[in-house]
């Protein structure tokens, strides 16, 4: 059997439609999430958290935390008081799994966040938090 150039170029222009087709019927299904719902609203904001993060590096005794098999530890500057604010994961492949908390310094000047209440993921760890009036911002990214 023999094919003649015009039979060649149909079938090739019908397996490019189909591509396309797949291609836009893929794009319709392929879950995208934002960073937050309320994206224009936080941009204007930017400028603040810069503010923040400055200042939580300029602190002598920092914000740091370690990551465990038992869950995350954070420790907050032992020199400041009345610490209070919220805690976010981010999870930039499923907002599913995003979580916020509010801050809860015990006596010793650390957060447990034990990792059962947290699923398995790679997150981004947001710290929006106050003391004595001044806001802070600390970030970092997290293997759980």
Request: hydrophobic letters at 40%; proline letters at 3%.
């Amino acid at each position: 059997m023999k094919l003649s150039w015009g039979t060649g170029i149909w079938a090739f222009y019908g397996l490019f439609v189909l591509m396309i087709l797949a291609m836009v019927g893929m794009s319709i299904v392929q879950k995208i999430d934002l960073v937050t719902d309320n994206y224009y609203e936080e941009e204007v904001k930017f400028q603040g958290k810069i503010d923040k993060i400055n200042r939580a590096k300029q602190l002598t005794t920092p914000l740091s935390w370690e990551v465990t098999d038992a869950g995350i530890r954070i420790h907050y500057p032992t020199e400041l008081k009345g610490i209070s604010g919220k805690i976010n994961l981010y999870c930039p492949a499923d907002n599913r799994k995003d979580m916020s908390m509010p801050i809860q310094v015990g006596t010793d000047g650390t957060q447990f966040i034990p990792s059962q209440k947290i699923h398995t993921g790679r997150y981004q760890l947001q710290i929006d938090w106050q003391a004595n009036g001044i806001g802070y911002w600390n970030e970092g990214t997290l293997n759980i």
